[in-house]
């Protein structure tokens, strides 16, 4: 999230509750809003279908074509997203200005390319769907995970205002276009993938104009980032184990009992899915929480311990800005427990009444109380991961993530065939284990940050190599020759 909390510090330093209350509103639509609106448009979308005539069948081609490419484009992603604010942020600490954007561009070159290969074959098994449409949903995947890539750099531009503008204006798009197709008469299923895939196109446009307005368009590889494979193998399997785990039990649901096949490859279980959609929403306050309190309020305890070490500060202040500093991190963290927990109780007890409304059974309600637990402890435990992360304990990060990863698994796969008043316990289960983990161990490595910080350091700089460091410094002089040799020719002809 590099870049979020310096706006932010400027907008809760302001004397009014406007300030404090668009503080709230950007870091919501950093931290959740694509995830959110993609969401509440497949459910939007769901209704105003119904209300134009689709068929349940139709809708639930409709609801598993919007699914898999959001969960589709969120796993091929993953692979990058951490490492791309890793080398991001360190761009940025460095001022090396023009080397982020290629990387954005190298990034969604090495995820659009195998990813759309393997869901275009995907999306053929589906001979049931038209081609018009499956080329829509196609789309719509890669325009997905070009926006997953960009909100690894969104952060850093600040521009918050337009931000939320590229957001609304996509989400107004998705539901003008299908809207109007729809009073058209074209087929229901065509007038959705169309308008979200122009919805998302519309995005897509916004936060690319935004990043070019903020960075130059950059010399150098495209693909210099790919040292840090070499560099943080472990960065790598962290940000994968993150998102898959947080979406496990729902692939797993489509095959339990409450399961179907809706055509081809495509499967779901709809009871399941739209009560995980809407517990999903749960996470929220924690992710919002995290970014105010870690950004705003324990980073700058965070700093000044730091710069009292690089900066020559005497033992007796690197001892105080330690202290200060861990007892930042024990409040920041309990607090945010607080609101997590208190925020999930609220939510599953109201939200019962407006589900109700909408048709859920007694079933369903019961799923979704049940996940709102379980997304609540994964909320809490992500965000113990990524301040693992801050403190640059990349074990620490990658066991707290595996264990999760494979809790989830293991225990969605074991109450797989039983009554559905089990449904969601795996994932409360697996949120509770990273908890457990990923607190002490966090604190832990606090109280030795010491230690961290001078003995566990080589002595001598280290000069790594291998294939991935060698395969980035190769593409980067490939580029820069390419590079050079296009300005002599220019010159030669314009002398």
Same mark, same amino acid.
């Given at each position: +999230?590099?870049?979020?909390?310096?706006?932010?510090?400027?907008?809760?330093?302001?004397?009014?509750?406007?300030?404090?209350?668009?503080?709230?509103?950007?870091?919501?639509?950093?931290?959740? /809003?694509?995830?959110?609106?993609?969401?509440?448009?497949?459910?939007?979308?769901?209704?105003?279908?119904?209300?134009?005539?689709?068929?349940?069948?139709?809708?639930?081609?409709?609801?598993?074509?919007?699914?898999?490419?959001?969960?589709?484009?969120?796993? *091929?992603?993953?692979?990058?997203?951490?490492?791309?604010?890793?080398?991001?942020? &360190?761009?940025?600490?460095?001022?090396?200005?023009?080397?982020?954007?290629?990387?954005?561009?190298?990034?969604?070159?090495?995820?659009?390319?195998? !990813?759309?290969?393997?869901? !275009?074959?995907?999306?053929?098994?589906?001979?049931?769907? #038209?081609?018009? &449409?499956?080329?829509? =949903?196609?789309?719509?995947?890669?325009? +997905?995970?070009?926006?997953?890539?960009?909100?690894?750099?969104?952060?850093?531009?600040?521009?918050?205002?337009?931000?939320?503008?590229?957001?609304?204006?996509?989400?107004?798009?998705?539901?003008?276009? %299908? /809207?109007?197709?729809?009073?058209? !008469?074209?087929?229901?299923?065509?007038?959705?993938?169309? %308008?979200?895939?122009?919805?998302?196109?519309?995005?897509?446009?916004?936060?690319?104009?935004?990043?070019?307005?903020?960075?130059?368009?950059?010399? @150098?590889?495209?693909?210099?980032?790919?040292?840090? *494979?070499?560099?943080?193998?472990?960065?790598?399997?962290?940000?994968?184990?993150?998102?898959?785990?947080?979406?496990?039990?729902?692939?797993?649901?489509?095959?339990?009992?409450?399961?179907?096949?809706?055509?081809?490859?495509?499967?779901?279980?709809?009871?399941?899915?739209?009560?995980?959609?809407?517990?999903?929403?749960?996470?929220?306050?924690?992710?919002?929480?995290?970014?105010?309190?870690?950004?705003?309020?324990?980073?700058?305890?965070?700093?000044?311990?730091?710069?009292?070490?690089?900066?020559? @500060?005497?033992?007796?202040?690197?001892?105080?800005?330690?202290? =200060? +500093?861990?007892?930042?991190? =024990?409040?920041?963290?309990?607090?945010?427990?607080?609101?997590?927990?208190?925020?999930?109780?609220?939510?599953?007890?109201?939200?019962?009444?407006?589900?109700?409304?909408?048709?859920?059974?007694?079933?369903?309600?019961?799923?979704?109380?049940?996940?709102?637990? %379980?997304?609540?402890?994964?909320?809490? @435990?992500?965000?113990?991961?990524?301040?693992?992360?801050?403190?640059?304990?990349?074990?620490?990060?990658?066991?707290?993530?595996?264990?999760?990863?494979?809790?989830?698994?293991?225990?969605?796969?074991?109450?797989?065939?039983?009554?559905?008043?089990?449904?969601?316990? !795996?994932?409360?289960?697996?949120?509770?284990? +990273?908890?457990?983990?990923?607190?002490?161990?966090?604190?832990?490595?606090?109280?030795?940050?010491?230690?961290?910080?001078?003995?566990?350091?080589?002595?001598?700089?280290?000069?790594?190599?291998?294939?991935?460091?060698?395969?980035?410094?190769?593409?980067?002089?490939?580029?820069?020759?390419?590079?050079?040799?296009?300005?002599?020719?220019?010159?030669?002809?314009? #002398?």
């Amino acid at each position: +999230m590099a870049g979020i909390g310096f706006e932010l510090r400027k907008l809760f330093v302001g004397k009014g509750a406007i300030s404090k209350i668009r503080a709230y509103a950007y870091a919501s639509i950093i931290t959740s /809003g694509t995830m959110v609106l993609a969401v509440l448009m497949m459910l939007g979308i769901k209704y105003l279908a119904r209300f134009f005539g689709a068929t349940e069948h139709q809708t639930d081609i409709m609801i598993v074509l919007m699914v898999y490419a959001t969960l589709g484009s969120l796993i *091929f992603s993953s692979v990058l997203q951490i490492i791309l604010s890793r080398y991001t942020a &360190d761009n940025l600490f460095g001022k090396n200005l023009e080397r982020v954007l290629p990387s954005l561009f190298g990034g969604s070159v090495l995820i659009i390319i195998p !990813g759309g290969l393997i869901y !275009g074959i995907f999306l053929q098994f589906a001979p049931e769907i #038209p081609a018009i &449409d499956r080329l829509f =949903n196609w789309g719509l995947f890669i325009e +997905m995970a070009f926006v997953w890539l960009e909100m690894a750099y969104i952060t850093a531009a600040k521009d918050y205002q337009r931000i939320l503008l590229g957001f609304v204006g996509g989400v107004l798009t998705v539901f003008v276009v %299908g /809207g109007i197709l729809l009073l058209l !008469g074209i087929n229901p299923i065509t007038a959705v993938m169309a %308008g979200l895939f122009t919805g998302y196109g519309v995005m897509v446009y916004s936060f690319t104009k935004i990043l070019l307005r903020i960075f130059p368009i950059g010399t @150098g590889s495209l693909f210099a980032f790919v040292k840090y *494979f070499g560099l943080f193998p472990d960065l790598v399997l962290t940000s994968i184990l993150s998102q898959t785990g947080a979406f496990v039990h729902i692939i797993l649901m489509w095959f339990s009992p409450l399961g179907e096949n809706v055509t081809g490859l495509f499967r779901q279980a709809p009871m399941h899915d739209a009560a995980a959609f809407f517990a999903f929403l749960v996470t929220i306050p924690a992710n919002v929480n995290f970014v105010v309190s870690i950004e705003v309020t324990f980073y700058q305890k965070y700093r000044r311990y730091f710069t009292a070490i690089s900066n020559g @500060g005497t033992l007796k202040e690197i001892q105080i800005s330690q202290k =200060n +500093m861990i007892a930042a991190l =024990n409040q920041e963290v309990f607090r945010l427990i607080q609101i997590q927990v208190f925020a999930m109780v609220f939510y599953a007890i109201l939200m019962r009444y407006f589900l109700e409304s909408i048709g859920f059974t007694r079933d369903m309600i019961t799923m979704f109380q049940i996940m709102c637990i %379980g997304y609540s402890a994964y909320a809490i @435990g992500n965000s113990i991961m990524q301040l693992q992360l801050y403190f640059n304990d990349r074990k620490g990060a990658l066991f707290t993530c595996f264990l999760y990863f494979s809790v989830n698994l293991l225990c969605t796969r074991f109450f797989l065939f039983r009554s559905p008043i089990y449904y969601g316990l !795996g994932m409360v289960i697996a949120g509770i284990a +990273m908890y457990l983990a990923g607190i002490p161990r966090l604190f832990a490595f606090v109280r030795n940050i010491d230690y961290h910080i001078y003995c566990s350091q080589p002595i001598l700089a280290v000069q790594r190599s291998n294939l991935w460091i060698k395969l980035a410094s190769v593409l980067d002089e490939m580029e820069y020759g390419a590079d050079r040799a296009y300005y002599r020719k220019t010159r030669n002809r314009n #002398p």
